[in-house]
C-alpha cells in the first residue's frame, strides 16, 4: 500500500507539470484553461489504479492462442520510477507489511470519511446563514444579498447569485460587471465543475498534488470567466476596476464556491492576464508547450507500478489437491526462523516465526503446481519435489530477488527451532557475534567470511547504500536494545545527521542471516 500510495504521488507529480505547461499553452491561445487541470485531476486518480490493476484482452489477431492470457496495462510500462528515486534501504518490510498497509487503509478511508464530514457540515452551516440573506434584484436578475458574502454562486442544482450589501450602493457600472461575472459562472456550470472535482478529491484525499491541482482549477476558473466577459463586449478598463473593488472589499470565505472575490495578489495575475498582449509566435509557442505536456502525460502512463507482477493480479489456479498436501509441512529459514506451511482450500497458508517481515498467519493463493504468492508482502513461494513428490524445500523470493531457500524438516527439528527462539526473546540477551556484523553493516563494507548459509538473499547492495549512509554520516555511537519479539537483535545508532535502528538475525555459529535497517 505504501509503495502504491508513493507511486500515486509520482504519477501526479508528472500530471500536474503537464496540467502546468498545458495551462500556459492555452492561456497563450487564449482558450479556457480550466481544463488541462480537470483532466490532470481525472488522470491522477484514475491512472495509478487501472495501470495497476487492469489487463486487456487482445483480440485474436494479435496475440498467438485464442487463449493466452488478457495483457496486464502494468507490464507494458517500462519506467520503474519508484525504484529509481527513492532509497528503499531497510524499508521493504514496511512498505509490504500487512500491519502497515492496515494502517494506511484505515488512514485512507479515516481521511475521506472526514472530508465528506467537512463538506456536509460546512453545506448545513452554509444554509443556515443562507436562511438570513435578503433577496433582491440587481441588472433585473432575482439575487440574495448578503451582509459580507460574495459576489458569488451558490448552490448546486438550483444555483444563484448571492451579493453583499455594498454592491447595491455602487454604480451601475460595477453592478453590471459583478453580474456578468457571476452569470458567466452559472452559464459554464462552474458550481457543478467545482463539486465534480471536489467529489474526486474524497477519493483520494491523502494526495497532496490532487490539492494543489484543485487549487490551481478554482483559480483557472476564475481566469476563464475573466475572459468569457471581455469576449462578451466588457471594457477591460472598467472591469479590472470593478475587480479592484471587489478585492477592496474582500468577502468572507464560505468554502468550494466560484466567487468572484480572491486573493489580491491571484488578483494582480489575473489584471496582468487580461492586460498581456498576444505573442507573435503564439501559435508556435502554444504547439510546443502542449506536446511538452503531452510528453508528460505519457511519462506519467509509463511510470512502472509496483506490486506483484501480472500474474499475481489474475489470482490463484487450480491444481491437483494432493500437491498442496505434498507441500504441507515445517520448513527451516535459519536457526531461529521456521515456517509452517499448511493447506487451505485451494491453496496454502503460511506461519512464519522468527522474521522480521512477516507473523502470523499468511495466505498463499495458487501461481502454478510449485508456485504460490503472497500479495501483501510482493512475495512468492516455489516449492522443489523430491522423486516421491513431497516437497523437500522451498525457496523465497522477494520483490522477484531470491530472498531464502529453506528446507523442510522434521516435526522435531521445528519444536527445537520454535524453543530456541522462544529462549532468545525470553533471555534478552545479544548474539555473541551480532556486533560485529553491526560494525561490518555501519561501514557498508562487505565480509563474506560472515554470511550464514542461510542468507541466500540476505546480502546487501552496497553501492545503493553509500547514498543511505551519507546522509545519516559517521557513526557516534550504538548501544544494544533487546531481543525483538521476532528473535533479532536489536541496536539502537547515533549518526552525526540523525539516527536509526539496525535489527540482525544471526545462526548458531555466529554468522550473519539478515539484518535491516530503520531510519528513526
Same mark, same amino acid.
Given at each position: 500500500?505504501?509503495?502504491?500510495?508513493?507511486?500515486?504521488?509520482?504519477?501526479?507529480?508528472?500530471?500536474?507539470?503537464?496540467? +502546468?505547461?498545458?495551462?500556459?499553452?492555452?492561456?497563450?491561445?487564449?482558450?479556457? &484553461?480550466?481544463?488541462?487541470?480537470?483532466?490532470? *485531476?481525472?488522470?491522477?486518480?484514475?491512472? %495509478?489504479?487501472?495501470?495497476?490493476?487492469?489487463?486487456?484482452?487482445?483480440? @485474436?489477431?494479435?496475440?498467438?492462442?485464442?487463449?493466452?492470457?488478457?495483457?496486464?496495462?502494468?507490464?507494458? &510500462?517500462?519506467? %520503474?520510477?519508484?525504484?529509481?528515486?527513492?532509497?528503499?534501504?531497510?524499508?521493504?518490510? /514496511?512498505?509490504?507489511?500487512?500491519?502497515?498497509? &492496515? #494502517?494506511? &487503509?484505515?488512514?485512507?478511508?479515516?481521511?475521506?470519511?472526514?472530508?465528506?464530514?467537512?463538506?456536509?457540515?460546512?453545506?448545513?452551516?452554509?444554509?443556515?446563514?443562507?436562511? !438570513?440573506?435578503?433577496?433582491?434584484?440587481?441588472?433585473?436578475?432575482?439575487?440574495?444579498?448578503?451582509?459580507?458574502? @460574495?459576489?458569488?454562486?451558490?448552490? +448546486? #442544482?438550483?444555483?444563484?447569485?448571492?451579493?453583499?450589501?455594498?454592491?447595491?450602493?455602487?454604480?451601475?457600472?460595477?453592478?453590471?460587471?459583478?453580474?456578468?461575472?457571476?452569470?458567466?459562472?452559472?452559464?459554464?456550470?462552474?458550481?457543478?465543475?467545482?463539486?465534480?472535482?471536489?467529489?474526486?478529491?474524497?477519493?483520494?484525499?491523502?494526495?497532496?498534488?490532487?490539492?494543489?491541482?484543485?487549487?490551481?482549477? !478554482?483559480?483557472?476558473?476564475?481566469?476563464?470567466?475573466?475572459?468569457?466577459?471581455?469576449?462578451?463586449?466588457?471594457? *477591460?478598463?472598467? /472591469?479590472?476596476?470593478?475587480? #479592484?473593488?471587489?478585492?477592496?472589499?474582500?468577502?468572507?470565505?464560505?468554502?468550494?464556491?466560484?466567487?468572484?472575490?480572491?486573493?489580491?495578489?491571484?488578483?494582480?495575475?489575473?489584471?496582468?492576464?487580461?492586460?498581456?498582449?498576444?505573442?507573435?509566435?503564439? =501559435?508556435?509557442?502554444?504547439?510546443?508547450?502542449?506536446?511538452?505536456?503531452?510528453?508528460?502525460?505519457?511519462?506519467?502512463?509509463?511510470?512502472?507500478?509496483? =506490486?506483484?507482477?501480472?500474474?499475481?493480479?489474475?489470482?490463484?489456479?487450480?491444481?491437483?489437491?494432493?500437491?498442496?498436501?505434498?507441500?504441507?509441512?515445517?520448513?527451516?529459514?535459519?536457526?531461529?526462523?521456521?515456517?509452517?506451511?499448511?493447506?487451505?482450500?485451494? =491453496?496454502?497458508?503460511?506461519?512464519?516465526?522468527?522474521?522480521?517481515?512477516?507473523?502470523?498467519?499468511?495466505?498463499?493463493?495458487?501461481?502454478?503446481?510449485?508456485?504460490?504468492?503472497?500479495?501483501?508482502?510482493?512475495? !512468492?513461494?516455489?516449492?522443489?519435489?523430491?522423486?516421491?513428490?513431497?516437497?523437500?524445500?522451498?525457496?523465497?523470493? #522477494?520483490?522477484?530477488?531470491?530472498?531464502?531457500?529453506?528446507?523442510?524438516?522434521?516435526?522435531?527439528?521445528?519444536?527445537?527451532?520454535? !524453543?530456541? +527462539?522462544?529462549?532468545?526473546?525470553?533471555?534478552?540477551?545479544?548474539?555473541?557475534?551480532?556486533?560485529?556484523?553491526?560494525?561490518?553493516?555501519?561501514?557498508?563494507?562487505?565480509?563474506?567470511?560472515?554470511?550464514?548459509?542461510?542468507?541466500? =538473499?540476505?546480502?546487501?547492495? +552496497?553501492?545503493?547504500?553509500?547514498?543511505?549512509?551519507?546522509?545519516?554520516?559517521?557513526?557516534?555511537? /550504538?548501544?544494544?536494545?533487546?531481543?525483538?519479539?521476532?528473535?533479532?537483535?536489536?541496536?539502537?545508532?547515533?549518526?552525526?545527521?540523525?539516527?536509526?535502528?539496525?535489527?540482525?538475525?544471526?545462526?548458531?555459529?555466529?554468522?550473519?542471516?539478515?539484518?535491516?535497517?530503520?531510519?528513526?
Amino acid at each position: 500500500m505504501l509503495a502504491w500510495m508513493i507511486y500515486a504521488v509520482l504519477v501526479a507529480i508528472a500530471l500536474s507539470a503537464a496540467g +502546468l505547461i498545458a495551462e500556459q499553452a492555452t492561456k497563450s491561445r487564449r482558450l479556457p &484553461t480550466r481544463w488541462p487541470w480537470m483532466m490532470a *485531476i481525472v488522470g491522477s486518480l484514475l491512472l %495509478p489504479i487501472v495501470i495497476a490493476t487492469v489487463s486487456i484482452r487482445l483480440p @485474436g489477431g494479435l496475440q498467438p492462442t485464442a487463449a493466452s492470457a488478457p495483457l496486464a496495462l502494468r507490464d507494458t &510500462t517500462s519506467i %520503474p520510477l519508484a525504484s529509481t528515486v527513492i532509497d528503499w534501504s531497510g524499508t521493504g518490510t /514496511y512498505t509490504a507489511s500487512t500491519t502497515v498497509n &492496515t #494502517i494506511l &487503509t484505515d488512514i485512507w478511508l479515516a481521511s475521506s470519511f472526514t472530508l465528506v464530514l467537512f463538506l456536509a457540515v460546512s453545506t448545513a452551516v452554509f444554509h443556515r446563514r443562507k436562511r !438570513r440573506w435578503a433577496q433582491g434584484s440587481l441588472c433585473s436578475v432575482p439575487v440574495f444579498v448578503s451582509e459580507s458574502v @460574495g459576489p458569488a454562486v451558490v448552490g +448546486l #442544482i438550483r444555483s444563484r447569485i448571492v451579493v453583499p450589501a455594498w454592491v447595491m450602493q455602487e454604480g451601475p457600472a460595477q453592478q453590471r460587471y459583478v453580474m456578468a461575472h457571476e452569470q458567466s459562472h452559472l452559464k459554464a456550470r462552474d458550481p457543478l465543475l467545482v463539486a465534480m472535482a471536489l467529489v474526486l478529491l474524497l477519493a483520494m484525499p491523502w494526495n497532496p498534488l490532487l490539492w494543489w491541482q484543485f487549487h490551481r482549477l !478554482r483559480r483557472a476558473i476564475e481566469v476563464d470567466c475573466d475572459a468569457r466577459v471581455l469576449q462578451g463586449g466588457g471594457d *477591460i478598463g472598467q /472591469y479590472c476596476e470593478t475587480l #479592484i473593488q471587489v478585492g477592496q472589499n474582500q468577502s468572507e470565505f464560505i468554502g468550494s464556491v466560484t466567487a468572484m472575490s480572491e486573493s489580491r495578489s491571484f488578483l494582480e495575475q489575473r489584471i496582468r492576464i487580461m492586460l498581456a498582449k498576444p505573442k507573435k509566435w503564439a =501559435g508556435a509557442f502554444a504547439f510546443v508547450l502542449i506536446s511538452i505536456a503531452l510528453g508528460m502525460a505519457v511519462f506519467a502512463a509509463q511510470v512502472t507500478p509496483p =506490486g506483484a507482477p501480472a500474474q499475481h493480479a489474475n489470482g490463484a489456479v487450480a491444481i491437483d489437491p494432493s500437491l498442496l498436501d505434498a507441500y504441507a509441512g515445517e520448513y527451516e529459514l535459519s536457526d531461529y526462523s521456521l515456517v509452517t506451511v499448511a493447506r487451505k482450500g485451494d =491453496g496454502l497458508t503460511v506461519a512464519p516465526i522468527g522474521q522480521f517481515m512477516a507473523q502470523g498467519i499468511i495466505d498463499a493463493p495458487t501461481l502454478s503446481d510449485t508456485e504460490f504468492s503472497i500479495p501483501s508482502l510482493d512475495a !512468492r513461494l516455489k516449492f522443489n519435489k523430491g522423486a516421491d513428490g513431497r516437497a523437500t524445500s522451498m525457496d523465497v523470493f #522477494i520483490h522477484g530477488w531470491p530472498a531464502a531457500s529453506a528446507a523442510r524438516v522434521d516435526e522435531a527439528t521445528a519444536e527445537q527451532i520454535r !524453543r530456541d +527462539l522462544a529462549a532468545r526473546i525470553q533471555g534478552q540477551t545479544a548474539f555473541p557475534t551480532s556486533e560485529k556484523a553491526l560494525r561490518m553493516i555501519l561501514s557498508n563494507v562487505d565480509d563474506p567470511a560472515l554470511w550464514s548459509p542461510f542468507a541466500k =538473499g540476505g546480502k546487501a547492495d +552496497l553501492s545503493s547504500q553509500q547514498a543511505y549512509f551519507d546522509r545519516l554520516g559517521p557513526v557516534e555511537s /550504538y548501544r544494544f536494545e533487546g531481543v525483538s519479539d521476532y528473535g533479532w537483535d536489536i541496536y539502537d545508532v547515533q549518526h552525526a545527521h540523525g539516527a536509526q535502528q539496525v535489527f540482525i538475525q544471526m545462526d548458531k555459529k555466529g554468522l550473519l542471516v539478515s539484518s535491516v535497517k530503520r531510519r528513526q
